[in-house]
């Protein structure tokens, strides 16, 4: 049920305005509709009082011989009237309150007439006998007298009110008056232009919508470029007041965020680079110690040190300053790492094209280099695949290494963070290669994700969102 909802803004406000406006049409013709069989029912007695009380008293006023050819005479399309011995209506109880209210006006009007008795009902159209219209009109007929033919060869099929008026001498006035329908609302112009109306208005509220959730969208671009580019230049804060509202919000957080990031990276350099002072102080003071083992052990510790400060540097040096984009080639570019890589192999699919990609050139190739010696280090052979989908570039970098346990995959992703199982003095490092390549995979919009294989060793993998693909406004 959840799939077949609307996903956006734009189809949640057409949805709601189209199908309140449909609600609205509907619920507007019905009452109109509902009026007006409510006044034609009162028409339709208005009719039967005048009628009914006009020809009795004319027909209880003439000759008793001759009040059957009178009622014929004044018998028509829409009312017969006849003189019978019995009444037509088949109950003395009224069916309803206003029929017994037009009973009781009837015979009020009638009663200095001599009548006794008024009955009216309603009564189907099939269980009283079709009226002679005289049959369909000549071929020499004009438009006018064709029309009126239709409408009176109409009445046919239409319900019927049954009065029956008693007279002094007990004989029955009958009465049939056809109800004259009310005009129909949900006719095929009705409908046509209801549904121009509600093509017009989408249209309409399409244009009008898009205008408004545009700036929504322009937000969000904003927030992905942002995640991929802090130095992005701010949002213009224009349009409707709470745009500008949101505009001016979003511009505020990312001015802030970007003196957070440079602050604390300021903070991070002035340290390492301090450092650097009593560290060689230290380093001084070690060639006076006269015992080798200890002096040793002290160099170690200060060259680990100095490793430790120069990573750190290059790290806050490179998040402060960011490089440009250039379009490089990422085939080119692994070529050129597996070449100065011994123990990598480089696995490309035959008649691959080259491959452009906007990017910092310097920074992704250190993030490719940290993922590869990580590899060659732990597992001694790396071999290297690229794939490509219509939302990202993938490098692949596959291992013979020991694999990581499943609980500290994202914890080798933090800062000087080192695993004990595969991981010591002895092979060097400052726990920060992982660091600087996702950091780096994550400013161009991508990720590193790091699985371990069926087979044995580890699987590293850096996906690079394609401009405009889903893996970009994923990775945002």
Known sequence: MRRLLPDSLTAWALLILIGGLILAEVATLGTIQESREANSRMTSFFHIADRVSSISRAIAAEDVRQR???????????????????????????????????????????????????????????????????????????????????????????????????????????????????????????????????????????????????????????????????????????????????????????????????DRDQLVAAISHDLRTPATRLRLRAEFIDDPEQRSRMLDDLNEIETMTRSVLAFASDSAQPEPRESLDLVSLLESLCDDMPDVDLDLPAHLPRLAYAAQPVALRRCIANILDNAVKYGHRARVSLKLDSAAVHIVVDDDGPGIPEGDVEMVFQPFRRLDASRNRDTGGTGLGLTIARTVARAHGGEITLTNRREGGLRAEIILPIPGGTAARKAA
């Open 68 to 262: 059957a050819s009178l009622a014929t005479e004044l018998s028509g399309p829409t009312l017969a009237v006849s003189v019978d011995s019995m009444p037509l209506t088949t109950s003395t109880v009224a069916s309803d309150d206003e029929l017994a209210e037009l009973e009781d006006i009837l015979s009020s009007r009638l009663e200095e007439s001599g009548v006794t008795d008024v009955h009216v009902e309603m009564r189907d159209r099939d269980l009283i006998p079709a009226s002679d219209t005289g049959g369909p009109p000549g071929a020499d007929a004009g438009p006018v007298e064709r029309v009126l033919s239709e409408i009176e060869d109409s009445y046919n099929y239409y319900d019927a009110y049954i009065a029956s008026v008693r007279l002094a001498d007990g004989t029955w006035v009958n009465f049939i008056s056809v109800i004259a329908p009310s005009p129909l609302l949900w006719s095929t112009n009705t409908v046509a232009v209801a549904i121009l109306a509600i093509v017009l208005i989408f249209v309409a509220a399409v244009w009008a919508l898009r205008r408004l959730t545009a700036p929504y969208a322009m937000i969000a671009s904003a927030a992905e470029r942002f995640g991929r580019d802090l130095g992005a230049g701010p949002l213009p804060e224009q349009g409707p007041s709470e745009v500008r509202a949101a505009a001016h919000a979003f511009n505020l957080m990312q001015e802030r965020l970007k003196r957070f990031f440079s």
